[in-house]
C-alpha cells in the first residue's frame, strides 16, 4: 500500500523556519518525482515545489523562490521542504504528492494527508 | 501558465451530465493536463492525466477532452459521490499551476 505521511507542521512566527518532512511507503521512491502542493483552508491548490527522482531538477513557484528549498533522500524514502522567511500568506495545509513520473513536473497519483503550518505573531 | 475553470458552480442532480471547462492562458505543452476531485477532508484524487488517460481505478464516466489552451472534463452520469470540488492541473511548463476549481453540488 502505497503510503505518504507528512511531519514538520507546527505555529510558527513571522521570519521564523520549518522543516517539513514527508515519509514514504509501498512503492520504489526513485521511480517517481515528487512535489509538495498546500491548500489554505477554504481555498484552492497551490503547487509550491518539485523534485525530479535524483534531486538534480528542482523548482518553486515564484513566491517561494530564495526562502524554500526541496530535498530527497532516497535512501531513506524521504522528502523535504525547507522553509525560511515565513510569511503569513504561508499558512496551509502541506501535502506531498507522488508524481507520476520520475520526471520533475507531474500529475500526482498518491497524496499524503497534510501537515498544517501556521504562521503567526 | 494561468488556468480558468468554469462555471465556478454547478448545480445539477444524480443521473445527469457535467460539463467542466478548464481555459489555459496559453498551450500547454505535450498536452499536460490533468484533472483532480476534491471532497473536504480527503486527499485530491488523480482522475485523468494527459488530457484523457484516466488513472487508475476511474470509472469510465469520467472522461477528458480538449488540446491546445481548452478542455473538458465530462461526468456522463453523476453518481451521489461525484458532488465534490474539481480542480485542472497543467503540469507541461513551469511552475506547475492549478485551476481555481468548480464545485458541483446538489
Known amino acids: 500500500e502505497v503510503q505518504l505521511v507528512e511531519s514538520g507542521g507546527t505555529v510558527v512566527r513571522p521570519g521564523g523556519s520549518l522543516r517539513l518532512s514527508c515519509v514514504t511507503s509501498?512503492?520504489?521512491?526513485?521511480?517517481?518525482?515528487m512535489s509538495w502542493v498546500r491548500q489554505v483552508p477554504g481555498r484552492g491548490l497551490e503547487w509550491v515545489s518539485g523534485i525530479n527522482w535524483n534531486g538534480n531538477n528542482l523548482a518553486y513557484t515564484d513566491s517561494v523562490k530564495g526562502r524554500f528549498t526541496i530535498s530527497r533522500d532516497n535512501g531513506k524514502n524521504s522528502l523535504y521542504l525547507q522553509m525560511n522567511n515565513l510569511r503569513a500568506e504561508d499558512t496551509a495545509l502541506y501535502h506531498c504528492a507522488r508524481g507520476l513520473t520520475p520526471a520533475r513536473d507531474n500529475a500526482f497519483d498518491f497524496w499524503g494527508q497534510g501537515t498544517l503550518v501556521t504562521v503567526s505573531s | 501558465i494561468v488556468l480558468t475553470q468554469s462555471p465556478g458552480t454547478l448545480s445539477l442532480s444524480p443521473g445527469e451530465r457535467a460539463i467542466l471547462s478548464c481555459r489555459a492562458s496559453?498551450?500547454?505543452?505535450?498536452?499536460?493536463l490533468a484533472w483532480y476531485q476534491h471532497k473536504t477532508g480527503q486527499t485530491p484524487r488523480l482522475l485523468i492525466y494527459?488530457?484523457?488517460r484516466r488513472a487508475t481505478g476511474i470509472p469510465d464516466r469520467f472522461s477528458g477532452s480538449g488540446s491546445g489552451a481548452d478542455f473538458t472534463l465530462t461526468i456522463s452520469r453523476l453518481e451521489p459521490e461525484d458532488f465534490a470540488v474539481y480542480y485542472c492541473q497543467q503540469y507541461g511548463n513551469s511552475p506547475v499551476t492549478f485551476g481555481p476549481g468548480t464545485t458541483v453540488d446538489v
Open positions: 494527459g488530457v484523457f
Open positions: 496559453q498551450t500547454v505543452p505535450s498536452s499536460f
Open positions: 509501498g512503492f520504489n521512491f526513485e521511480d517517481h518525482g
